[in-house]
């Protein structure tokens, strides 16, 4: 009987020690210090302990902010924050409605915000908690874009002496084929053109160019943005393999999976894909079939870490390797839990890296770092950033910051 007391002491006692952090508020800021960025704020009844997340999805962003405002946050209030899992599983199964990009970027930025109050709350870095380093920080690419092979070849040697050694190219094919990427574009009707003969003869000449002015070692890669059917991505997929890119990245559109089977079937080119797929199944079929190399997913639109270190998981199995989206079109707070999550997996391959525009340093700190080829994130408690809130107000939401749409010559939609 006193055995059964002691274990039931020791049982009770050991679970007091950790202190139930309740929820008490979750604040949402849309702020646009050169780009619109929707913010979450999840604060505790704990003095002074709060966390930060990421909840942009550029062009749709009010949508995020409304859906985290009107119907999430709500559920949430008297939680316990500690609670990363079951929260993360009530907002996508418990509330029925479930996926698409808002939603779970919208769960996103709660899951990214309760694992930095985690970390905070342990005195840990996000990746301690993830399991703890297996790497001094992650292999970063650099955009080279240019407007044709000269220039991409000079913004390849200026980034190489800056540290990198992975390296994407991408180039216009003059009135035929543009690559205009995250370019701001105010406007609704803003058309670009886009004809796949020329853009597939360039790509390869693209990359010959390359690498007889830089030679074999400057990995490179190349992102399709979904604009090729799958037989046209085979033949560039082909056409690019004496030349050996790094990846060649989204060559077809995300919804039919199984045609990257075509792709597959035609070369051994490296394939990576996922930046518009919204949680693991969708990436389901392409690992366990080993139709890619890596998975590009984006862990501010997959609803956080939880997801993407499941994702992860189920990679690693596979061989296939996790080279997570990092555009400058979500904010420096997804940045820094790319960088956690990498330092943490087994199976990282590589990390995207972005330039900000210069007014997100006033709102943001913690924004991972690069030197010698790596990102790196301090080993401050939580995801180890913070936002000046004073600093977001003087940036207020810009709309109309919408993607371009690209057409065929005939006037046609075509996948941008
Ligand atoms: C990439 C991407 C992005 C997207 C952008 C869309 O690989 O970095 O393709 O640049 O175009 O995130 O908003
Ligand atoms: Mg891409």
């Known amino acids: 009987m006193l055995i059964i007391i002691y274990i039931f002491h020791q049982y009770t006692s050991e679970t007091r020690e950790i202190p ?68 993360w599983q009530s907002i996508f199964r418990g509330t029925y409605w479930r996926g698409g990009p808002v939603l779970m970027t919208a769960l996103a930025g709660i899951d990214l915000a309760l694992w930095d109050i985690k970390g905070k709350q342990a005195g840990l870095p996000v990746y301690a908690l993830l399991g703890g380093p297996t790497r001094a920080g992650a292999l970063a690419y650099r955009h080279c874009d240019g407007r044709d092979a000269a220039e991409i070849a000079d913004n390849i040697r200026a980034a190489h002496a800056l540290g990198y050694t992975v390296f994407r190219a991408q180039v216009d094919v003059p009135g035929e084929a543009q690559f205009p990427d995250t370019t701001w574009i105010d406007s609704t009707t803003y058309y670009q053109p886009f004809e796949d003969a020329p853009y597939l003869r360039a790509i390869p000449r693209l990359f010959e160019a390359l690498r007889h002015e830089l030679g ?42 199984e045609s990257l089977n075509i792709v597959r079937q035609h070369s051994t080119t490296p394939l990576a894909m996922g930046e518009l797929f919204n949680h693991r199944w969708e990436c389901l079929p392409l690992i366990t079939q080993q139709l890619i190399d890596y998975v590009r997913v984006d862990i501010a639109h997959i609803g956080g870490i939880s997801e993407a270190r499941k994702i992860a998981a189920i990679a690693e199995a596979y061989h296939v390797k996790m080279a997570f989206h990092g555009p400058p079109d979500v904010a420096p707070i997804t940045h820094a839990a790319n960088v956690h999550t990498d ?20 709102v943001f700190r913690g924004t991972p770092t690069f030197a010698d080829g790596l990102l790196r994130v301090s080993d401050a408690p939580g995801l180890g950033t913070d936002v000046n809130e004073a600093a977001a107000a003087r940036y207020p939401f810009q709309p109309g910051g919408y993607l371009p749409t690209l057409r065929r010559p005939d006037g046609s939609v075509q996948d941008w």
């Open 216 to 257: 074999e070692t400057p990995e490179i890669l190349h992102d399709v943005h979904e604009r090729l059917t799958p037989i046209q991505a085979a033949r560039l997929a082909h056409d690019l393999e004496p030349y050996r890119p790094f990846f060649l990245e989204d060559p077809i559109r995300p919804e039919h999976k």
């Open 20 to 87: 139930l952090m309740k929820i008490t508020d979750i604040q949402i800021v849309v702020t646009c210090p050169g780009r619109n960025y929707v913010l979450v704020k999840v604060v505790t009844d704990q003095p002074g302990l709060y966390g930060w997340g990421d909840a942009t999805l550029n062009g749709r962003e009010l949508a995020v902010a409304s859906a985290l405002r009107d119907h999430i946050a709500p559920l949430l209030i008297g939680r316990d924050a500690g609670r990363i899992e079951d929260t």
């Open 343 to 362: 330092m943490a997996i087994p199976n990282f391959g590589v990390q995207e890296s972005s330039i900000f525009p210069e007014e997100v340093a006033d």
